[in-house]
C-alpha cells in the first residue's frame, strides 16, 4: 500500500478566500483523485488529476472553482477558490498504486468556511 | 451507469452482536465490490474487495461479505461488534477496467454498551 499525506489536515478559512490542498504519495501511483464529503454525506468525485495535462472534472465541478495540478507522478494539489460556507467538506485525495485495483485514501482535510 | 445503494443509514446495535450492513449495487456490466471503513475524523480504510472467485470474502477486523449476483448485493457481516467498530461505513463499486469509485450514502454503525 501507499503512504498518503495530506496538509493541511484542517482549517478555517474566510469567505473569498481560496485554499491549497495537497496530497504527497510515498511511491509512483498511476491515478490520483480528488473527492469531496460534505458534512454527513457520502464521497463525490470531483476529479481525476492527470500527470503532464490537465484534470478531468466530474459533472458539477469546474476548473475555475476547483483547479488541480499533478506535476508530477507521487505529488497533487487541489484549490478551493472564491470559497462560500457551501465549501465546506472533507475533501480526500485517493490514489490507485500499480496494479491494484482498490483505492487508498489520505486522512482528508477538513475545511470550514466562515 | 452504476449506483450504490446502502439501505440503512444508521444501524444501531449491542457490543457483541451480530450485525449486518446492507448494499445494493446495479450495474450492467461486471463490477468490483469494497467496503471500506471511516473512523470518527480519519479518511477511508479498506476492509474488504471482491475482485472475483468465492463470493465470501473475509477482511480485517473480523469483518466479511458475500457477493450475491442474483440479488446484486455485497451485505457486510460481523458475528460479534465490539465498541471499537463504531464508525461510517461506505459500499464502493468500480466497474471493471475502470478506475473510478463510486459510493454509496454511507451507513452508520454505533456499538451500544
Known amino acids: 500500500s501507499a503512504v498518503i499525506s495530506q496538509k493541511p489536515s484542517r482549517d478555517i478559512c474566510q469567505r473569498g478566500t481560496s485554499l491549497t490542498i495537497q496530497c504527497q504519495v510515498d511511491?509512483?501511483?498511476?491515478?490520483m483523485f480528488w473527492y469531496r464529503q460534505q458534512p454527513g454525506q457520502s464521497l463525490t468525485l470531483i476529479a481525476t488529476?492527470?500527470?503532464?495535462?490537465?484534470?478531468?472534472?466530474e459533472s458539477g465541478f469546474v476548473i475555475d472553482k476547483f483547479p488541480i495540478s499533478r506535476p508530477n507522478l507521487t505529488f497533487s494539489t487541489l484549490t478551493v477558490s472564491n470559497m462560500s460556507p457551501e465549501d465546506s467538506s472533507i475533501y480526500l485525495c485517493?490514489?490507485?498504486?500499480?496494479?491494484?485495483?482498490?483505492?487508498?485514501f489520505g486522512q482528508g482535510t477538513r475545511l470550514t468556511v466562515v | 451507469a452504476q449506483s450504490v445503494t446502502q439501505l440503512d443509514s444508521q444501524v444501531p446495535v449491542f457490543e457483541e452482536a451480530p450485525v449486518e450492513l446492507r448494499c445494493n449495487y446495479s450495474?450492467?456490466?461486471?463490477?468490483?465490490l469494497f467496503w471500506y471503513v471511516q473512523y470518527p475524523n480519519q479518511g477511508l480504510q479498506l476492509l474488504l474487495k471482491?475482485?472475483?472467485?468465492?463470493?465470501l470474502v473475509k477482511g480485517i477486523n473480523g469483518f466479511e461479505a458475500e457477493f450475491n449476483k442474483s440479488q446484486t448485493s455485497f451485505h457486510l457481516r460481523k458475528p460479534s461488534v465490539h465498541i471499537s467498530d463504531t464508525a461510517e461505513y461506505f459500499c464502493?463499486?468500480?466497474?471493471?477496467?475502470?478506475?473510478?469509485?463510486?459510493f454509496g450514502q454511507g451507513t452508520r454503525l454505533t456499538i451500544n454498551p
Open positions: 471482491y475482485l472475483s472467485g468465492s463470493t
Open positions: 511511491s509512483q501511483v498511476t491515478m
Open positions: 450495474s450492467s456490466v461486471s463490477v468490483y
Open positions: 485517493s490514489v490507485v498504486w500499480g496494479a491494484n485495483t482498490e483505492a487508498f
Open positions: 464502493a463499486v468500480k466497474l471493471q477496467g475502470a478506475q473510478k469509485l463510486v
Open positions: 488529476a492527470n500527470q503532464g495535462s490537465e484534470a478531468t472534472y
